[in-house]
């Protein structure tokens, strides 16, 4: 029966037949074998037999069930057999001239031994990182990834090649500010996750009365937005033309990349493993590379990373959203903690746990206990000390720190909603504040 089903596919699938028995009931196991040749389709005999009666075409499985494959998952299929990655196909525009020589020797040195690469010119670099196409007879073109890694500026050669983080500015969601990452996608990367680090990663001691040791749990754990926003890197399908986009919300972080995940694979999947094997890459080049660089420790296992970072730190799970079929989106959220919500949440708790109408401790100790990264302890504590005495707004901070506004309304928010230091002050115009009184 199963060699009489070959003859309705196209080309012929190999498969092994394995007999065996459990608790004295036999059953077979159909191996289909991993194989080139594809992607494979269902001949038009196929809808001609009444016993099959299958509409011919290139077939795909969602979820649960079997359907002929629509045009743009048809082409995906075209792209997985071909074995084609954007990354790899040589730029018709740039040349080895729009590569940073000073950018490949920084990665060089990072990744290789420097005796090797010292005294290389940029040419004899380029080539021994491949950087080149192998039928440009000039040997001045260069690849995508190469573009994406060496590129002062990737954005002008592939469409959107950046990093755009938007953050909810009050924490109303009526005021997001946009602030976009460019240059190589390493580079972006590391700024990128250092940004959110100092501006939205915040931590909180839990102290307990019937116990010494204290806890110390983070809105969000790094180790997860770091494996997750270089995973939407790696698996970015750059050819489409938009950002990888990061959302900073007071419930969570979503980072959106504007493809699906490589079949075999779904969301659901990424939602249900924590370790993945047999799964394709769309940026071969920049997998391999951000290995090197130690973005990535080995392959297949950042989400896994990431889901037990969450553990670790008492967070929900990670969330991949399942879209409806056709819709070309990968988003992943990693969710608020709740305890470290129950300890900062405006007028319940202040980061001690303890009720805010308890005497405060000094300004500078409660800003230094919240955790706040160095950059942003030291902007507070400047604000404290030159404004304590005062009644201030926006502008104030501005011309303090030298900040945009945009950076010092973020001040504002830290002092008001996570440590409850500050107050607004009636009678004078919106967007006055004052610090409260001990």
């Known amino acids: 029966m199963l060699k009489s089903l070959r003859s309705f596919t196209y080309p012929n699938v190999k498969y092994e037949v394995l007999e065996n028995e459990f608790g004295g009931t036999p059953y077979l196991i159909v191996a289909v074998q991993r194989q080139g040749g594809g992607p494979f389709a269902v001949t038009e005999k196929a809808e001609k037999d009444k016993r099959i009666g299958l509409k011919p075409g290139r077939y795909i499985r969602y979820e649960n069930e079997s359907r002929l494959a629509k045009v743009d998952e048809e082409y995906d299929l075209l792209r997985k057999f071909s074995a084609y990655h954007f990354s790899s196909s040589v730029n018709l525009v740039a040349t080895l001239d729009d590569l940073s020589f000073d950018y490949m020797k920084e990665y060089m040195t990072e990744t290789s031994d420097r005796s090797v690469n ?184 950042g989400i896994g990373e990431a889901k037990r970072a969450c553990e670790q730190n008492g967070s929900p799970k990670i969330e991949y959203k399942i879209f409806e079929p056709g819709v070309d989106i990968t988003s992943v959220r990693i969710p608020m903690n709740p305890k470290y919500w129950e300890m900062t949440h405006p007028n319940l708790r202040n980061n001690t746990g303890k009720l805010r109408n308890e005497p405060m401790k000094d300004f500078a100790a409660i800003i230094i206990d919240y955790g706040y990264s160095r950059n942003v302890e030291s902007a507070l504590l400047r604000i404290t000390e030159g404004l304590r005495d005062s009644v201030f707004s926006n502008s104030d901070i501005v011309r303090l720190l030298g900040c945009s506004p945009n950076t010092a309304t973020g001040y504002l928010k830290r002092l008001r909603d996570d440590l409850g230091l500050i107050k607004p002050v009636k009678g004078l115009g919106s967007g006055r504040f004052a610090f409260e009184k001990k």
């Not at 380029?126 to 500026?153: C, P, Q, W, Y």
């Not at 954005?155 to 602030?179: C, P, Q, R, T, Y």
């Not at 986009?245 to 924590?274: C, E, F, H, M, W």
């Open 118 to 301: 010292a005294g290389m010119s940029k040419e004899e670099m380029a080539a021994a990182l491949h950087l080149l196409g192998s039928n440009d007879s000039g040997k001045r073109h260069v690849t995508n990834f190469a573009i994406l890694m060496f590129a002062e500026h990737p954005e002008n050669f592939i469409g959107e090649a950046v990093i755009e983080v938007v953050s909810d500015a009050l924490g109303s969601m009526k005021k997001m500010e946009a602030k976009t990452f460019t240059g190589p996608v390493w580079k972006q990367y590391r700024a990128a996750v250092a940004y959110i680090s100092d501006y939205f990663i915040r931590t909180v001691t839990v102290r307990f009365d019937d116990r010494m040791e204290n806890q110390r749990v983070s809105n969000y754990p790094f180790v997860a937005v770091e494996e997750l926003v270089g995973n939407a890197i790696v698996h970015k399908d750059y050819e489409k033309g938009r950002p990888i986009q990061i959302y900073v919300t007071d419930d969570g972080v979503d980072i959106v990349n504007y493809n699906k995940p490589l079949p075999p694979l779904s969301a659901a999947d990424l939602n249900a493993r924590t370790l993945f094997q047999e799964r394709d890459f769309i940026n071969p080049e920049l997998r391999a590379m951000f290995k090197d660089l130690g973005i990535i420790e080995s392959y297949g296992t």
